[in-house]
């Protein structure tokens, strides 16, 4: 069991005795060999004894030995106890310096306690001592072990994961133990030291567990009260996750397809989130702690002073569980669980906390709360997800909580906020924001639940919008149950836009504040939803964050390009807006500064003004759209068709089949927008050859278009999939996904004669480069 360093192991020091590094060397080999001590207590207790002082054991072999010897079946429990926690102090002073130091790396700091704790044998020790699920001999000794014991064994085993390098992969390679781990949470009095210890050995297991593999699984979880269920799932979030790939070609499109054709069945986190999903009144638990309140605090100014005093003590896990404890030690002076606060708030014991530490307990337990409803809103159950969040009233839930808890008036806007990476190093109301944002944005996306984020104030307002434009209401609007709207003045929708006009120029929150409000209006374009945004001021603000903000961040830009396509995309009201704030060339100039600057985070915007434009000119029997057309600057610039060229040349040239991601594969869809709607207007042709003539001016003929022939087969790969839903291109473009189809086929006709195919435009000596790239 005992972790297997290198002979200069930094746990040593510098300088060391022949003979002390003897016993350790010996104690090394035989771990490894398998052969001679299987435990370093097996050394005599007068050699330990004699190199004790030498080598600044501090005793801890020879109390091992103890351990190990008052461990036996019919042994004095007693006596194993009293050791263990002896042994338990002095592992535990050095864990807490471990996570307190200033981030230091365990390579760079000494724990000679707990190396020396693993080196002979503690933690095999440990393990046994706690009965395992397949060991009936042991389990016979469960009676005998108090609640503390197996208490002091956990946080003894927590605290050698924390300082030992290898121990949490040791422990997570025994399946058997992992899984009767979560028996004893069933043990509310071991509960947080179980799961504390579960979470860092499911941190770094190889192969995610499976859920369903857990002895009585819906009973373990119907058993949790509220906060023990909040505490569980920081457990849960590592086993429905998709393991994190890196930034590495496994994110291309091309290793993805490629993977899922040799992957076929349910990967481990979608089966653990249908097992998740298949225990009774789960989801409605979760709902219920996400939403429940908790008291306001008083005293504005001393309030946040306290706060950031906290944020700063928090900074460790092991504080972080301290503070659990309390919460479960609150808990056991209840008799009865409370969906609020009302019944802990009237606990003595949670007196002694200060207002802000209150709060600041609540925010930790639902961003948890709320990253598992969010994984599983994107999961393959989504429609399943919607249903019960929506029936169990969660989006009223947390409109009720958001002036006095999500967003509060009197929150720091100082604090550092990282990139939109959703595990980003930050503070606890921070990283809720952020996952209150990711809810949002997962909730509305694509999916006709979107219209509960208002109230029935809102919803008479968008069917009015709809009536005055003489358009029919959408279909998802009619249908929405007005029972499970929010409540109060505002709806979340509205509460989210207000907040927005007041976050600082350089925080990150708009990144994900731009993409919670831009997926209320993903999918089929709907005339009513963006007038409802642009009547309070949202194009204005997003053209002052890209054009005079000063904004730097690419991440927020991209956001606000993507939101800004979508709010305006076939709005000519949003185009005359467009065109009363940037009313002047300077203006103009900045906004296309910022889309030029990077064409894979415009793109979509770019796509937008291309469709507005091509339906406006349809529309010349309307005066404003006439009106509009011949004023507005955006539209004027994009009618010119060497500007249209130039987009087409850059979106194709800036990506190939190697490189398409999830990101950039927008920019493909973009090119083909450009020439779908010439093929609509026979300039097919026109287009194909302007792009063989810009491949001669640049002195490389046959490469952009043999690239972009590659990039179509391409597509018909990935969007002719029958697994891929091809939908979304369909609505956001409002051209029927057959003549996208059709569209592909043409340009990628074998006829070299033919006007409409790309391979006529490339000349005899350059053809087929690259030609084989598909066809592994």
């Not at 005793?59 to 351990?67: A, M, N, T």
């Not at 781990?181 to 509960?191: D, E, V």
């Not at 890209?546 to 076939?570: N, P, T, W």
């Not at 278009?705 to 369909?730: A, G, I, M, P």
Request: one cysteine or more.
């Amino acid at each position: 069991m005992a972790t297997v360093l290198g002979p200069e192991s930094p746990w040593m020091g510098g300088k060391k005795r022949t003979r002390n590094r003897n016993i350790i060397s010996k104690l090394r080999q035989s771990q490894i060999a398998g052969r001679g001590f299987s435990r370093g207590t097996q050394l005599p207790e007068a050699l330990l004894q004699e190199r004790d002082k030498r080598a600044k054991w501090h005793g801890i072999p020879v109390l091992l030995q103890e351990l190990y010897e008052s461990s036996h079946l019919n042994s004095d429990f007693t006596r194993t106890h009293t050791v263990l926690k002896e042994l338990s102090s002095l592992l535990s002073m050095e864990a807490m310096s471990f996570v307190t130091e200033d981030r230091k790396t365990a390579q760079e700091s000494t724990f000679p306690n707990t190396y020396t704790f693993d080196l002979f044998g503690g933690v095999d020790v440990s393990v046994k001592i706690i009965p395992k699920c397949k060991k009936t001999t042991i389990l016979l000794v469960f009676t005998h072990l108090n609640d503390d014991l197996v208490k002091d064994c956990l946080s003894v085993l927590y605290n050698c994961c924390i300082c030992t390098e290898g121990v949490t992969k040791i422990l997570a390679s025994r399946d058997d133990f992992v899984l009767f781990l979560f028996t004893l949470m069933t043990n509310k009095k071991t509960f947080l030291q179980t799961a504390t210890l579960i979470e860092d050995i499911l941190g770094v297991k190889k192969e995610m567990i499976q859920l369903e593999w857990i002895p009585n699984l819906s009973g373990l979880v119907q058993s949790f009260d509220q906060q023990q269920l909040a505490n569980f799932c920081r457990i849960l979030s590592v086993t429905i996750s998709e393991p994190d790939v890196g930034n590495d070609d496994k994110h291309t499109l091309l290793a993805k397809n490629a993977q899922q054709k040799r992957n076929t069945s349910p990967s481990r986190a979608e089966v653990n989130q249908v097992t998740l999903l298949n225990i009774p009144g789960f989801i409605e638990r979760l709902c219920k702690l996400a939403t429940r309140k908790v008291s306001e605090a008083t005293g504005t100014s001393n309030f946040l002073q306290e706060l950031e005093e906290w944020y700063t003590w928090l900074d460790n896990t092991l504080v972080l569980d301290a503070l659990m404890q309390i919460a479960t030690d609150e808990a056991e002076h209840s008799s009865t669980e409370s969906s609020d606060e009302s019944t802990l708030a009237t606990i003595p014991l949670r007196h002694r906390l200060p207002q802000s530490m209150k709060i600041v307990h609540e925010i930790m337990y639902k961003v948890e709360v709320l990253y598992v409803l969010c994984v599983l809103l994107m999961g393959r159950q989504r429609n399943q997800v919607h249903k019960m969040l929506a029936e169990f009233r969660l989006i009223p839930g947390l409109n009720n909580l958001f002036d006095k808890l999500i967003w509060r008036k009197y929150t720091t806007s100082n604090h550092v906020v990282h990139g939109q990476n959703e595990n980003c190093d930050c503070s606890p109301e921070i990283s809720f924001k952020i996952q209150f944002l990711r809810l949002l944005q997962s909730f509305s996306d694509h999916h006709e639940n979107k219209y509960l984020l208002l109230n029935a104030q809102e919803l008479n307002e968008l069917s009015a919008i709809s009536l005055k434009a003489n358009i029919p209401e959408v279909e998802a609007l009619v249908n929405t149950d007005r029972s499970l709207v929010c409540d109060g003045k505002k709806g979340l929708l509205t509460r989210l836009l207000t907040i927005m006009k007041r976050e600082p120029p350089d925080s990150s929150f708009r990144f994900w504040q731009a993409r919670a409000v831009e997926s209320f209006l993903r999918g089929a374009t709907s005339y009513a939803d963006q007038m409802f945004l642009l009547k309070r001021g949202l194009l204005e603000h997003i053209l002052f964050c890209i054009i005079d903000s000063g904004c730097k961040s690419r991440d927020v830009l991209q956001s606000y390009f993507d939101l800004l396509g979508e709010l305006m995309k076939f709005n000519i009201d949003a185009f005359k807006r467009f065109n009363k704030y940037v009313n002047t060339e300077e203006k103009f100039q900045v906004f296309l500064t910022q889309i030029n600057s990077s064409l894979v985070d415009s793109n979509m915007l770019v796509r937008c003004i291309v469709l507005s434009l091509d339906r406006f000119e349809s529309q010349t029997e309307d005066v404003k759209v006439v009106e509009v057309l011949s004023e507005c600057c955006l539209l004027s610039y994009m009618a010119r068709v060497e500007n249209r060229l130039s987009f087409l040349f850059r979106l194709v040239n800036i990506i190939n089949v190697q490189t398409l991601t999830q990101e950039n594969v927008s920019c493909l869809n973009t090119s083909l927008v450009i020439l779908m709607l010439a093929r609509r207007r026979g300039k097919l042709p026109f287009y194909l050859n302007a792009l063989r003539e810009k491949e001669y001016a640049e002195k490389y003929p046959g490469c952009l278009l043999n690239n972009f022939h590659n990039l179509l087969r391409f597509w018909q790969h990935h969007y002719l999939n029958k697994d891929k839903d091809s939908t979304c291109l369909e609505n956001s473009s409002c051209i029927p996904f057959s003549f996208w189809k059709e569209t592909v086929s043409v340009l990628l006709g074998e006829d070299r004669t033919s006007p409409c195919a790309i391979i006529g435009y490339i000349d005899e000596p350059y053809m087929e480069l690259d030609r084989d790239l598909l066809e592994d």
